[in-house]
């Protein structure tokens, strides 16, 4: 299968997991803001996270932000701090809550990324195809997360997570993409997202 059609089978996988769960709605931001104002506790203002361990939620896929907070939501990815606030999330709050992340700017504060960092991550990132899915500019695509911009140590934490087989994976394809990365790959990636804008 090629990787076009393979990302249409994620998101068919994503849409099957809540297919039931998740009919088609209008989503309202406005309505999306009211409900952030929980999430802005730890995500930061506006999705914005200044707190090295929890990601950014702004700029981030509306698709990937509803599909995560379902598979929160339904236990299948768990987290102590995350999953209590995606619990009595309805469909509708799904859906506001990712119209409204994912129209905020994402302005984390600078990263500094040294040069050979910066070559040795666009090299990797080439060479595992991490742009293939994520974008040539790793800004994410549908059930796919942005990465450019996103807090350093919470990559690494989910990069190894992925080569442990320990996060959460829909599909199976990025614990997969993550198995030849080795620590220093993992360093190196990690610091160049997170430089990235
Ligand atoms: C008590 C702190 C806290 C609160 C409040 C909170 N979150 Fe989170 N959230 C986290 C942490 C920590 C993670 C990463 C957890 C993990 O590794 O699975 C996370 C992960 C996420 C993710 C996945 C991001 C990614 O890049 O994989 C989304 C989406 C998200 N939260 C949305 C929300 C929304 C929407 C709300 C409000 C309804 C919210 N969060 C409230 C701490 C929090
Ligand atoms: C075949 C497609 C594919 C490839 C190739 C791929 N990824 Fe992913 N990646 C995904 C998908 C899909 C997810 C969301 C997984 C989930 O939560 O179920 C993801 C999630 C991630 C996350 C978690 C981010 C977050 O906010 O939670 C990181 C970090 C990541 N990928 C980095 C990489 C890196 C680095 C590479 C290259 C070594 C790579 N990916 C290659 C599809 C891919």
């Known amino acids: 299968m090629n990787l076009s059609k393979r990302i249409a089978a994620f998101a068919t996988a994503g849409l099957l997991a809540g297919a039931t769960a998740c009919p088609a ?4 931001a406005a ?3 009211q409900k952030a104002q929980v999430c802005v506790v730890c995500h ?3 999705g914005v996270s200044g707190n090295p361990a929890v990601p950014s939620i702004a700029a981030q896929p509306a698709q990937f932000i ?8 339904e236990g299948r990815r ?4 995350m999953s209590p606030f995606a619990a009595n999330l309805t469909n509708t709050d799904l859906n506001n809550l990712a119209a409204y992340f994912t129209a905020q700017k994402l302005t984390p504060p600078a990263a500094a990324v040294d040069a050979a960092a910066a070559e040795g991550g666009a090299r990797l990132s080439q060479q595992h195809n991490c742009v293939q899915c994520h974008g040539p500019a790793l ?3 549908q059930h796919i997360p942005r990465l450019a911009g996103q807090q350093r140590e919470y990559l690494k934490t989910q990069l190894r997570g992925f080569k442990a087989a320990t996060r959460f994976d829909m599909d199976g394809q990025m614990t997969s993409a993550a198995q030849p990365l080795s620590d220093a790959d ?3 990636l990690a ?3 997170a430089g990235m804008r």
């Not at 709605?25 to 309202?28: N, R």
């Not at 509803?66 to 939501?73: E, G, N, S, V, W």
């Not at 768990?78 to 701090?81: E, I, L, N, V």
């Open 25 to 28: 709605l209008a989503a309202d």
């Open 191 to 193: 610091n160049y997202f």
């Open 139 to 141: 800004l994410g695509q």
């Open 186 to 188: 993992i360093d190196i």
């Open 31 to 33: 309505a999306g803001m």
């Open 78 to 81: 768990k987290d102590a701090q």
């Open 66 to 73: 509803a599909t995560q907070l379902l598979m929160y939501r």
């Open 44 to 46: 930061g203002p506006e």
